[in-house]
Each structure stands twice: as C-alpha cells, then as structure tokens.
Nanobody, 135 residues
Framework: QVRLVESGGGLVQAGDSLRLSCTASGRPFSTFAMGWFRQAPGKEREFVAAVSWSGGDGNRYYADSVKGRFTISGDNAKSTVYLQMNSLKPEDTAVYSC??????????????????????????WGQGTQVTVSS
C-alpha cells in the first residue's frame, strides 16, 4: 500500500504565506505526477496545482485562481511535493489534499492540462491538511 501524508497547514492572516509538504511512502513505486486539490466547506473539490514527471517533462500546472501566488515543486525520486502559497486570501481557506499518480502515462501538450487537473487521474490521496486564512 502507498500512503501520502501532508503537513504544513495552519491558521494565517490574509497576505501571509504557508508551505505545504506531502510525502508518499510504502511499497516500492515510482511517482509520475503529484498534485494538490482543495475543498472548502459546502463546495466541490477543486484542482490547485500539479507537477508531472511522466516522460521526464517536469511540467507544472496551476488553477487560474492561484497562478502567480502558489508554486508547486517536488522531487519524484523522493515522492515528495511542496506547495508554496504566498499572498494568501480568505477564499484560499480549505482542506488541501495531495494526490499521486503512480502510472506512467505521458500526455500530449494539448491534453496535458485536462489530464493532470482531473482528480480521477490520481491513484492515491492523502488525508488533507487544513488551511485557514483570516481577513
């Protein structure tokens, strides 16, 4: 079994920064993509950011709502991904969950964004960490 554990959430004020971390562990495996999703109370889960290593590309993908404020980085050899969140806003308040794709499925450039932003692509999920941004 593969287990993902997130850390780094907390309560901050608007304009502050937080850095989330997620590490996958368990049986021998390779990670080909990792992503962050979030879910606020009463809302559906939404994509935040993802990084792909499938085919060795290292491409990153962001939701429009976080582009320019959040940065995803990671090390697929360590099955670890980070989410640096700057200029946080109250609307960023949510439970943030990381996800891992352990299947090597390179995507064409035209299909990549739709593929990596789809939660159904990911095989394993963490329990989530709460991020609360006060105004």
């Amino acid at each position: 079994q593969v287990r993902l554990v997130e850390s780094g959430g907390g309560l901050v004020q608007a304009g502050d920064s937080l850095r989330l971390s997620c590490t996958a562990s368990g049986r021998p495996f390779s990670t080909f993509a990792m992503g962050w999703f979030r879910q606020a109370p009463g809302k559906e889960r939404e994509f935040v950011a993802a990084v792909s290593w499938s085919g060795g590309d290292g491409n990153r993908y962001y939701a429009d709502s976080v582009k320019g404020r959040f940065t995803i980085s990671g090390d697929n050899a360590k099955s670890t991904v980070y989410l640096q969140m700057n200029s946080l806003k109250p609307e960023d308040t949510a439970v943030y969950s990381c996800a891992a794709d352990l299947v090597d499925r390179p995507e064409t450039p035209s299909m990549a964004f739709g593929a990596y932003t789809n939660p159904r692509r990911y095989n394993y999920w963490g329990q989530g960490t709460q991020v609360t941004v006060s105004s």
